[in-house]
């Protein structure tokens, strides 16, 4: 098994940024691909980012491409969402995710293990 912890989120006023991680242990050499996703109350969870197990591909939704990066360190086990030019509509709880193949995948029915979630919120 892998377990995922999140951390890194909080309030943050509109226009500010947040640095999100995920801290894999377990059986982390059963992890591939890598992504976020995202819960705003009364909605689904949504695909916000993917990353490959060597970073070199990376994936992202239209409503984030060019305010956030995804990252991995893999000698750290440890992924990351840098958040920058943060939007109200951005606020949710952030949950990392990880599945055995290192193949793209944007559904949640895809991935193999999953955090409990961090929440961000931002403020107008």
């Known amino acids: 098994q892998v377990q995922l912890v999140e951390s890194g989120g909080g309030l943050v006023q509109a226009g500010g940024s947040l640095r999100l991680s995920c801290a894999a242990s377990?059986?982390?050499?059963?992890?591939?691909?890598m992504a976020w996703f995202r819960q705003a109350p009364g909605k689904e969870r949504e695909f916000v980012a993917a990353i490959s197990w060597s970073g070199a591909r990376t994936y992202y939704t239209d409503s984030v491409q060019g305010r956030f990066t995804i990252s991995r360190d893999n000698a750290k086990n440890t992924m990351y969402l840098q958040m920058s030019g943060l939007k109200p509509e951005d606020t949710a709880v952030y949950f990392c995710a990880a599945r055995r193949a290192d193949v793209y995948a944007g559904g949640r029915t895809e991935y193999d293990y999953w955090g409990q979630g961090t929440q961000v919120t931002v403020s107008s």
């Open positions: 377990g059986r982390t050499f059963s992890m591939n691909t």
